[in-house]
């Protein structure tokens, strides 16, 4: 069984940085695009960033210049860098990822979510 597992969401003061972090596991014969989506009270579930097997990185542009994405694909983790916080950037985010099990069986993978509050 092939799961995702979050860490480093809490609580953190507007302007201040957070590291989020989510590693892949179980027998995993590759992963594809890797992303973060958060969901704010009351809204709908959003895509904050994503990144490829390659390198290739898309934001929302709500988190441009404050926000960066990385992986490390020999531990199957991607991070997701939150500075500059704000209030707005509350919520519960969610690792999302393309779990490949053999060359043909691929799972759509989600992380529990991690909660991240932001004080203004």
């Known amino acids: 069984q092939v799961k995702l597992v979050e860490s480093g969401g809490g609580l953190a003061q507007a302007g201040g940085s957070l590291r989020l972090s989510c590693a892949a596991s179980?027998?995993?014969?590759?992963?594809?695009?890797m992303r973060w989506y958060r969901q704010a009270p009351g809204k709908q579930r959003e895509l904050v960033a994503d990144?490829?097997?390659?390198?290739?990185?898309n934001y929302a542009d709500s988190v441009k210049g404050r926000f960066a994405i990385s992986r490390d694909n020999a531990k199957n983790t991607v991070y997701l860098q939150m500075n500059s916080l704000k209030a707005e950037d509350t919520g519960v985010y969610y690792c999302?990822?393309?779990?490949?099990?053999?060359?043909?069986?691929?799972?759509?993978?989600w992380g529990q979510g991690t909660l991240v509050t932001v004080s203004a």
């Open positions: 999302n990822a393309d779990l490949g099990v053999t060359m043909a069986d691929w799972v759509d993978a």
């Open positions: 179980g027998d995993i014969f590759s992963i594809n695009i």
């Open positions: 990144i490829t097997s390659v390198g290739t990185i």
